[in-house]
């Protein structure tokens, strides 16, 4: 894997976050591979994530990003090498492990509400604290007005909103992320990335999101994984050293932010 002091790329300056302490990573793997019969999907992937870090996972449609995740979320076995969650072995879905999708799976018979609660309802939670958890969430994603709406009552992004919640309630460190904003417009998609980077930045949890935008990428993470393809393997990490707190309009228009969506693309083969 490439050394993210490529020239080019943004170096440390006064006021940028500093590299995270050396700790033992939340997420890890080592010589990851994974093939579906002859289609051989990831190649050799080695990386890690340290505790409360934001590294999204960056390539073309097909590379493997989605498939590395379901490895990580424990639905999807791997054949080679190692996959390891708080240094255990992933095996199957684990309950301090939250997962979003690019498409919510909200149920339609069910207010948002009902949705919001239905894993802690399946844990078992009792019910007082299962209302705390739930009106807690409501309120961090500016949902408390609609708790008793129905998905088909909802804007796509007030769905993505509510899909959010579902991982959210039941406090997971982890936090997986699968394109969840992929299919809505540009500017909502704006929105709900400045969304969960305020979620992100009060609770700090480990996430790990899987998305094609560069720009995205660039304003969330505190690295940023570029992925190949055919098969996927990891080409080159880059540490985005953005000060934080981060908000849109200030870090988007920092000389850095735009040097790291280019350096970026040039390594995707999308600029020259």
């Given at each position: 894997m490439a050394s993210v002091a490529t020239a080019g790329v943004p170096q440390h300056e006064e006021g940028a976050r500093p590299a995270a302490e050396a700790v033992a990573n939340h997420i890890e793997a080592k010589g990851l591979n994974k093939t579906f019969g002859q289609f051989k999907a990831l190649e050799d992937i080695d990386f890690g994530i340290r505790p409360q870090e934001f590294v999204s996972?960056?390539?073309?449609?097909?590379?493997?990003?989605?498939?590395?995740l379901r490895i990580v979320a424990g639905l999807?076995?791997?054949?080679?090498g190692s996959a390891t969650i708080?240094?255990?072995?992933?095996?199957?879905?684990?309950p301090d492990?939250?997962?979003?999708f690019q498409t919510n799976n909200m149920l339609p018979w069910l207010t948002v509400r009902g949705n919001v609660e239905l894993g802690a309802r399946i844990r078992n939670m009792p019910a007082d604290a299962?209302?705390?958890?739930?009106?807690?969430?409501?309120?961090?994603?500016?949902?408390?007005?609609?708790?008793?709406?129905?998905p088909h009552q909802l804007s796509g992004g007030m769905r993505q909103r509510a899909s959010i919640g579902q991982a959210l309630v039941l406090d997971p460190p982890i936090l997986l992320m699968d394109e969840p904003f992929g299919a809505l417009d540009a500017l909502?998609?704006?929105k709900l990335n400045v969304e969960l980077l305020r979620i992100w930045q009060e609770h700090r949890k480990t996430v790990m999101l899987i998305t094609h935008s560069i720009a995205e990428a660039v304003f969330l993470s505190d690295r940023v994984l570029v992925m190949a393809d055919r098969p996927g393997k990891i080409i080159e990490e880059?540490?985005?050293d953005l000060p934080r707190p981060r908000d849109a309009a200030t870090t988007r228009a920092l000389p850095k932010?735009?040097?790291?969506?280019?350096?970026?693309?040039?390594?995707?083969?999308?600029?020259?």
């Open positions: 996972v960056l390539g073309p449609s097909g590379c493997g990003k989605s498939t590395l999807i076995p791997y054949e080679t708080k240094g255990e072995k992933i095996r199957s879905p684990r492990v939250g997962v979003v299962r209302k705390v958890a739930v009106d807690k969430v409501l309120d961090v994603l500016s949902l408390t007005k609609f708790a008793d709406a129905h909502t998609r704006d880059v540490t985005i932010f735009g040097e790291y969506v280019a350096y970026l693309g040039k390594v995707m083969g999308v600029a020259n």
